[in-house]
Antibody
Framework: EVQLVQSGAEVKKPGESLKISCKGSGYSFTSYWIGWVRQMPGKGLEWMGIIYPGDSDTRYSPSFQGQVTISADKSISTAYLQWSSLKASDTAMYYC??????????????????WGQGTLVTVSS | NFMLTQPHSVSESPGKTVTISCTRS????????VQWYQQRPGSSPTTVIYEDNQRPSGVPDRFSGSIDSSSNSASLTISGLKTEDEADYYCQSYDSSNVYVFGTGTKVTVL
């Protein structure tokens, strides 16, 4: 069974750093792109970026480039999203997502077939 | 980059049909596939339509997707509305640089 299990909720102060995680299981972690999606309180979904754990190729949304860092450790099938200096406006739910891959044809459609349960990040002084 | 604009909310009675639009601001809607995600309150989103009109296994055929080049928009239609369909729905597409775009989201209320 495919699962994306994210780390638990975090409460941080402005200026602090943070790294949240997303562990994949039940599939070949290095063969699927893993992305991150932000959802601010009461708001819609925003795509942040995506990484291919096989070679760490990473793409960022222009809105999030330079604001966060996406990484992966394929040895433990885990992707990460990190901030060096949090702001109150980073308060949100963060989801990791898996981009679908047709393993039989080698086709990578541009949609997300599995979502993590979400990590709530609260930044408040 | 482009934007995907959806109506803020739609509402309809059980058993009726509702259609949600998703209008692309620039570039052709037909140039990149459109997906639709359902997000029930307090839950992670799930896919109900991918590649314009394909349903993942387990999604009932009450859900259907289409695109209309004349209005440069995609649509999600839910027929035979059920109370369990009450949720937020988001369209999603992408560009050639592997940049993904979500729509603004639509709240579906089943009266």
């Amino acid at each position: 069974e495919v699962q994306l299990v994210q780390s638990g909720a975090e409460v941080k102060k402005p200026g602090e750093s943070l790294k949240i995680s997303c562990k994949g299981s039940g599939y070949s972690f290095t063969s699927y792109w893993i992305g991150w999606v932000r959802q601010m309180p009461g708001k819609g979904l925003e795509w942040m970026g995506i990484i291919y754990p096989g070679d760490s190729d990473t793409r960022y949304s222009p809105s999030f480039q330079g604001q966060v860092t996406i990484s992966a450790d394929k040895s433990i099938s885990t992707a990460y999203l990190q901030w060096s200096s949090l702001k109150a406006s980073d308060t949100a739910m963060y989801y990791c997502v898996r981009r679908y891959y047709d393993i039989l044809t080698g086709y990578y459609p541009y949609y997300f077939d599995y979502w993590g349960q979400g990590t709530l990040v609260t930044v408040s002084s | 980059n482009f934007m995907l604009t959806q109506p803020h909310s739609v509402s309809e009675s059980p058993g009726k049909t509702v259609t949600i639009s998703c209008t692309r601001s620039s570039g052709s809607i037909a140039s990149n596939y459109v997906q639709w995600y359902q997000q029930r309150p307090g839950s992670s989103p799930t896919t109900v339509i991918y590649e314009d009109n394909q349903r993942p296994s387990g999604v009932p055929d009450r859900f259907s997707g289409s695109i209309d080049s004349s209005s440069n928009s995609a649509s999600l239609t839910i027929s035979g509305l059920k109370t369990e369909d009450e949720a937020d729905y988001y369209c999603q597409s992408y560009d050639s640089s592997n940049v993904y775009v979500f729509g603004t989201g639509t709240k579906v209320t089943v009266l």
